[in-house]
């Protein structure tokens, strides 16, 4: 059974950093891309960065300098490292293979 298991979010203040973290389970992350996606409160879903197969990584606009992902292969794991998180960066952030989501972890920027 496939699964995705998101941790790491939390309470930060403006200008701070948080790692997100995806655990993968029944089946190996190094063979898929894999993304990260994320819901501000009231907005719909907003595509943040993938990591491609190979090990390119995108990243949208709003988060490019900001934020990078990873993974840890060996922990099959998917990460998310945030820095200079602003209050529009507040959303539930979710890994997922497009076909499978994890539950999501809140992340809050506030002062």
């Known amino acids: 059974e496939v699964q995705l298991v998101e941790s790491g979010g939390g309470l930060v203040q403006p200008g701070g950093s948080l790692r997100l973290s995806c655990a993968a389970s029944?089946?190996?992350?190094?063979?898929?891309?894999m993304s990260w996606v994320r819901q501000a409160p009231g907005k719909g879903f907003e595509w943040v960065a993938d990591?491609?197969?190979?090990?390119?990584?995108s990243y949208a606009d709003s988060v490019k300098g900001r934020f990078i992902v990873s993974g840890d292969f060996a922990e099959n794991t998917l990460v998310l490292d945030l820095k200079s998180l602003i209050a529009e960066d507040t959303a539930v952030y979710y890994c997922?293979?497009?076909?499978?989501w994890g539950q999501g972890t809140q992340v809050t920027v506030s002062s």
């Open positions: 990591l491609n197969l190979g090990g390119s990584t």
């Open positions: 029944g089946f190996s992350l190094i063979n898929y891309s």
């Open positions: 997922t293979t497009w076909s499978n």
